[in-house]
């Protein structure tokens, strides 16, 4: 009987252990995961170099705790950076697991494999026959008879025997050379026909495994608790995405305004389509970092007697043994893919796309040749790829002015030979590297170069200096063209009205931000000595209230393109000018008259007079704002004068650089004339140079 009551007794025991275990949270949770319900990308905010995505998950939950698959994220996911939040459970545990990527077709890889051998080795088969075909035709010219006219006074060659022979083995050379150039107009065909196959069959590999890498590489999992039906949301940083603000400029010449588009250039190759989401662009970089960092003791001291500070030591704790996880592998179809790719030639792209190619690389030669063909004595300092480089003929295009990039010195740094055709190569000439000094401070070690002092040995002691310091923090380098850089530090988020769709596939497309319609103060900057365009800018204050940022703008007047132009940043309620293209409506005339005669009664000077005029032709039916630039030579040296600026158009007087400026109003279909002079007063029968 006791031990009967001890066993009923037991049971219920057992029972309210289990609930108390249940209610307390300490019940496992099922080892395999279930799926979400629902899950898709909905909103992205874009960083500079990367993007935050956020998808919405719809998940159902049993009761206790319940693993839920909630999120697939591609390879160039950052694991560090996933959140997941859920305002109507309790979010316990996510973890994110490394997942074997989908396969590809392994009949369709292995057909794909047997193609591509098949197709080199009819494109070698190809080649051989051609250089034998070609091999032969040399050797069949080589028996043709060379033909010379005798020179006047040489004795004519005598007559040769055997005619008739003769001419059959020619005529059979002949009819065989004909045969073989017919054949070679096939193989050229057929070798044409083989490397568009190639070209296509390494589309179709490059397809199937970028297929197999963009799948999903990570997995979050999220233990949760709460039953029923939830909505989960999760974001994380990827990598592979960028944009750049891009604009378009029209001016209205019938309202005096102009309209402004504002977008936003995205492309990304994060591994995952965006589809019909809501995206933000933001000027910042994205924050990473989750810990505050720690600052170690910096100590200094001399090196003979220094003694570091001690500190303890931190050992982590030992955790529980986790057995060896293998890397992920690329399965094996893909890898004898990838070597069937790499053996067979990339064969040729369509006849179009291949002229294009070839056009271009033929422009990029001859751009090469230009920068490094240059004359003995020319310089090696070039404006870009549009500018003319040194040694060029004068008859190339101006190119506008921009910031000469010179490069080091011939002597120094490349030598420089000179063939028979005139042409320069050059070649690198191989340094010592200077002797590096180590510095060790407290178990940190820093390597430097040793510097040597600028003055003479005699000028005094050697300059002691700290081989190293803090520096505190260091901004990262970015390229000047993304938002982060032109912000000029400000945070900005930009919207994009409406959901889009980037697909992942690297290419560029336009998101529209915002269409705006500003007020402008027009004005025609003309350069006559440079230039006979009037150039119409327009002044404005950027009342849009969003950040103008640094990048491309399309120019337009009315409904016709008129060219392209670079935005500098502006802020909100900051001025800026816009450049709005060329006033075919304006014409320009510059005309320079000089005269010299001789001065003085011992010192003999030579005076020479410029006048200079210019014409401004308005042929619009309003009158416009002109502002007309200048210059006049500024002196170098004691013995060479400029003098008597003077004007009738009430110029402003020449400044440091030389530069006269005019601005004034220029009636409709008139005609305005200005005219200023100066002197320049140098020594008898000098020859001036001029820059």
Known sequence: MARASHRVLSIPLALLLCGALADSGEATAPAAPTDAQSTRIDDVLVYSNAARITRRARVRLGRGLTRVRVATLPNLARRATVQVKCNSA??????????????PRQKKARELIKKLRAAAAQR?????????????????????????RPVAGERRPPAGIYVAAWQRIFGWVETRASALRKRLLVL????????????????????????????????????????????????????GVRWVPSYDLRYLPSKRAVQADYYAMVRQRSGEDWSGVKLRFSTTLPTRLLAVPELPTWTVGRKRDFFPTPRPRYEPAPGRWRPRRRGYRVPRVLRELRRAMSAAPSGARPRKVAKKLAELERKVEQLKQRVYRGKAGGSYGFAGLGGRADGDSDDAPPAEPKPAVKAPPPARDIARSEDAGGSYHLSKRRYKRRPRRRFDFDGRTISGQIAKPSGSAAAGPTPTSVPWTDVGYVAPTLDPDL????????????????????????????????????AVQLV??????????????????????????????NLFTGSMFSGRSFLLTSLPGKSMRLPLGVDDGVKVARHTRQSTVSSGVVFKDDVTRYTVSIEVSNNHGYPINVEVVDQVPVKLGQKVTVRNFASKAQMDQPDKQGRVRWRGRVKKRS???IEFSFEIVRPKDWELRQQ
């Open 90 to 103: 309790r979010v316990l545990r996510v973890e994110v697991i490394r997942s074997r990527g989908v396969l």
């Open 124 to 148: 070698r088969a190809v080649t051989d026959e051609s250089s034998t075909i070609q091999s032969e035709l040399g050797f069949l010219d080589g028996l043709r008879p060379s033909t010379r």
């Open 188 to 239: 050229a065909e057929k070798r044409h026909a083989v490397d568009r196959e190639l070209y296509r069959l390494h589309v179709e590999g490059k397809a199937l495994d970028l297929a197999s890498s963009a799948s999903g590489a990570w997995q979050v999992v999220a233990t949760m608790r709460g039953g029923g039906a939830h909505d989960v949301t999760v974001s994380y940083l990827v990598a």
């Open 483 to 518: 938002p982060a850089a032109a912000a000029e530090g400000y945070r900005f988020v930009l919207w994009a009205p409406g959901r889009h769709d980037i697909d992942s596939d690297g290419k560029d497309r336009r998101v529209p931000l915002l269409k705006k319609r500003l």
């Open 524 to 553: 025609h900057r003309i350069v006559p000595g440079r230039s006979k365009a009037a150039y119409l800018q327009g002044k404005l204050t950027n009342t849009t209230g969003r950040p103008i940022l640094r990048g491309q703008a």
């Open 671 to 673: 005609v305005q004339k």
